[in-house]
């Protein structure tokens, strides 16, 4: 029964996730998800009390992936293969969970609680590179520059970039992208620190 009642969900936030990227959430109504997901509306009100809580769902989802993916690599040792691993999985997880990355994006214009997810996200990312920016100065990995500013420039960096290529549907080598940024990021805040650490370009 549970696992019945699982799949119905996740049918659910499928059907949901493909209509808000076709629609746009504003146009999108309670019929089309129950139609593309083969369900009766009073199945629909089982779960959910209305589209924006299906929406509320999935970002969280999305939230969650994109938080954890960055935070693994570095719990590693080496800096510059953190920060190639760290983009790469940002790069993938945005590419899987784009359809619904779009829809939180525009929902961001419309109610301020998304919004105040979003920037939850960006600052909980940033904050994590703010603190290996800190810990990297004090090794003597990093040059002395202002970590909060750094964090901030090179989270925006990441973050649009995924955003242009994906809303432009353009078609990137996502390995290649992760390792020209990470290079940037790392000869830029490494810069006359050469030497004190093994990386690979």
């Not at 083969?38 to 989802?61: A, D, M, P, Q, W």
């Not at 590179?129 to 909060?148: A, D, G, H, T, Y």
Request: charged share 30%.
């Amino acid at each position: 029964m549970v696992k019945g009642n699982g799949l119905t969900r996740d049918k659910i936030l499928q059907a949901a996730a493909d209509i808000f990227f076709e629609k746009g959430f504003l146009d999108s109504k309670i019929d089309d998800i129950c139609d593309r997901a083969g369900i009766s509306h009073g199945t629909f009100y089982i779960y959910f009390k209305n589209k924006k809580e299906v929406l509320r769902e999935l970002v969280n989802r999305a939230f969650n992936v994109l938080y954890e993916i960055t935070e693994e690599p570095w719990k590693k040792g080496s800096t510059y293969s953190s920060l190639e691993e760290s983009i790469k999985g940002f790069f993938l997880m945005y590419e899987k969970h784009w359809k619904i990355i779009r829809t939180w994006k525009e929902m961001c214009f419309i109610d301020n609680s998304f919004a105040e997810l979003w920037d939850k996200l960006v600052d909980q990312i940033t904050s994590r590179i703010r603190k290996n920016i800190e810990s990297s100065i004090k090794k003597s990995l990093f040059r002395n520059v202002n970590p909060v500013i750094a964090a901030k420039a090179l989270s925006g960096m990441i973050e649009h970039y995924a955003y242009v290529i994906f809303f432009k549907n353009e078609k990137e080598n996502l390995e290649e992208v992760s390792k020209t940024l990470a290079d940037l990021w790392y000869n830029a805040l490494n810069a006359g620190q050469q030497g004190k650490e093994n990386h690979r370009f």
